[in-house]
């Protein structure tokens, strides 16, 4: 049998994020959603080792499940550390540089990352992510969990725009939510990222 995905704990409490983001959301968020992608990209391993040992299934939408899910699992396993109730505010260390770097500055970044998140077409996620090829940051969109994603760059700071994210407390104001998701971005943790990122180095 293949080793599982695990559903990890949070880091703080569910009630630790409000105002900006609140305990309901916090707990079906974590408990229920993130649990259904640990779920669902488990069930799609199960059934892989059922084709290793000859039965026949159905490969193609096993491996698009096995996409979805595993996606979905590890862009909210980065999400959660990467807030902090003692977050926001503007970074220091060496993502500082990067950004101003990459960006020109924290607000020209601010913006852009901004307008990724507020018009990722129907569910998905904005990303900061590191690209190694040339040793620099890139914003982008991801949809759903899985599409449009940048093969070989690693996400070091992510936002999830799907309606289960803010509906309960921001209703269908997408723009609200992102806005007050700024005031719990966990730097140290988006910094501790590209520090590890930076010395995996390039898979190509
Ligand atoms: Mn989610």
Same mark, same amino acid.
């Given at each position: 049998m293949s080793k599982r995905y695990e559903l990890p704990p949070l880091p +703080?409490? +569910?009630? *630790? /994020?409000?105002?900006?983001?609140?305990a309901k959301i916090m707990e079906l968020h974590h408990s229920k959603h993130h649990k259904a992608y640990v779920d669902g990209a488990n069930k799609a391993l199960d059934l892989l080792d059922r084709a290793k040992k000859g039965e026949e299934i159905d490969v193609k939408a096993v491996m698009r499940d096995l996409s979805f899910h595993v996606g979905g699992h590890v862009l909210h396993s980065i999400f959660w550390p990467n807030m902090s109730p003692n977050g926001g505010g503007k970074p220091g260390g060496r993502i500082a540089d990067y950004i101003d770097r990459e960006f020109g500055s924290f607000e020209a970044f601010q913006n852009i990352f901004t307008k990724a998140a507020n018009t990722v077409e129907g569910v998905g996620w904005a990303v900061l992510a590191y690209d190694p090829l040339r040793d620099t940051l890139v914003v982008h969109q991801v949809e759903?969990?899985? /599409?449009l994603h940048l093969q070989g760059h690693t996400p070091l700071l992510v936002i999830d725009?799907?309606?289960? *994210?803010y509906y309960l407390q921001y209703l269908n104001v997408r723009p609200n939510y992102v806005k007050a998701w700024w005031n719990v971005v966990n730097w140290d943790d988006v910094d501790k990222r590209l520090e590890r990122a930076i010395n995996a180095g390039s898979p190509v």
């Open positions: +703080y409490k +569910y009630d *630790a /994020l409000e105002p900006h983001i609140s759903k969990h899985n /599409l725009v799907w309606e289960h *994210a």
